[in-house]
């Protein structure tokens, strides 16, 4: 089975922030630097259907080959048509329960931005969390205000699946998010953004072992 959710550095693809590059070549280069999860996220207002359906069908055979976990943004039925690992929603998405029965053991995820919607979600089976955004972040319209690292303290202490850290997360608060007990880290702008991505995320993946590092010796 696969894992619910790796340690380490969770890439999300959308072209819009990407370059120029397409969600394909920018997906093969985050998996030969090493990401341990992908979710793919695209808009219908921006590609249509089959063209989502295409690309899922070309990342998903470059994430089966690496073993990286491969995550479909809100449609359910694209991640079950590209037989993904799984799917994430957010807050004014479908319903976890029902959800469930749809994809069965499928992994789902839920962004959370509140200690009660994180509590609400392990209620109703998600099998993981967002928290966030950490930090402002300008990559999703309509989000809410940052939630701060005191909501990822809280989640760290009182939530007992796993969570990604994600919003506004760049090289130089990394540290910072990792030393407040993320173990599973998202950066957007910051990764498809760069000019260039293997080189970027290896040195995301040297700041997120150092500190992980230093709090192993602390304990």
Same mark, same amino acid.
């Given at each position: 089975?696969?894992?619910?959710?790796?340690?380490?550095?969770?890439?999300?693809?959308?072209?819009?922030?990407?370059?120029?590059?397409?969600?394909?070549?920018?997906?093969?280069?985050?998996?030969?630097?090493?990401?341990?999860?992908?979710?793919?996220?695209?808009?219908?207002?921006?590609?249509?259907?089959?063209?989502?359906?295409?690309?899922?069908?070309?990342?998903?055979?470059?994430?089966?080959?690496? @073993?990286?976990?491969?995550?479909?943004? $809100?449609? !359910?039925?694209? #991640?079950?048509?590209?037989? /993904? +690992?799984? =799917?994430?929603? *957010?807050?004014?998405?479908?319903?976890?329960?029902?959800?469930?029965?749809?994809?069965?053991?499928?992994?789902? @995820?839920?962004?959370?931005?509140?200690? $009660?919607? !994180?509590?609400? #979600?392990?209620?109703?089976? /998600? +099998?993981? =969390?967002?928290? *966030?955004?950490?930090?402002?972040?300008?990559?999703?319209?309509?989000?809410?205000?940052?939630?701060?690292?005191?909501?990822?303290?809280?989640?760290?202490?009182?939530? !007992?699946?796993?969570?990604?850290?994600?919003?506004?997360?760049?090289?130089?608060?990394?540290?910072?998010?990792?030393?407040?007990?993320?173990?599973?880290?998202?950066?957007?702008?910051?990764?498809?953004?760069?000019?260039?991505?293997?080189?970027?995320?290896?040195?995301?993946?040297?700041?997120?072992?150092?500190?992980?590092?230093?709090?192993?010796?602390?304990?």
């Amino acid at each position: 089975m696969t894992a619910r959710l790796n340690p380490g550095i969770y890439g999300i693809l959308t072209e819009k922030f990407s370059r120029g590059r397409s969600n394909i070549q920018v997906a093969q280069e985050m998996v030969n630097a090493g990401v341990t999860t992908l979710q793919y996220r695209e808009k219908p207002a921006s590609k249509s259907m089959g063209e989502m359906y295409k690309e899922c069908v070309a990342i998903r055979q470059i994430t089966r080959d690496a @073993g990286v976990t491969f995550i479909v943004n $809100d449609h !359910a039925d694209l #991640a079950l048509m590209v037989e /993904a +690992d799984g =799917i994430h929603t *957010g807050q004014d998405d479908l319903p976890l329960r029902p959800l469930r029965k749809l994809v069965g053991d499928m992994i789902i @995820g839920r962004s959370t931005h509140s200690l $009660d919607q !994180a509590r609400q #979600a392990v209620l109703e089976g /998600a +099998d993981y =969390i967002g928290v *966030g955004p950490i930090f402002t972040t300008q990559t999703k319209e309509g989000v809410c205000d940052a939630v701060g690292l005191a909501y990822l303290d809280h989640v760290a202490a009182n939530i !007992a699946i796993p969570f990604v850290a994600i919003g506004g997360i760049k090289a130089h608060n990394l540290g910072q998010v990792v030393s407040h007990g993320a173990r599973t880290v998202c950066m957007i702008t910051e990764i498809i953004g760069a000019e260039d991505i293997k080189a970027t995320i290896q040195g995301l993946q040297t700041i997120y072992k150092d500190t992980s590092a230093k709090l192993y010796q602390a304990l």
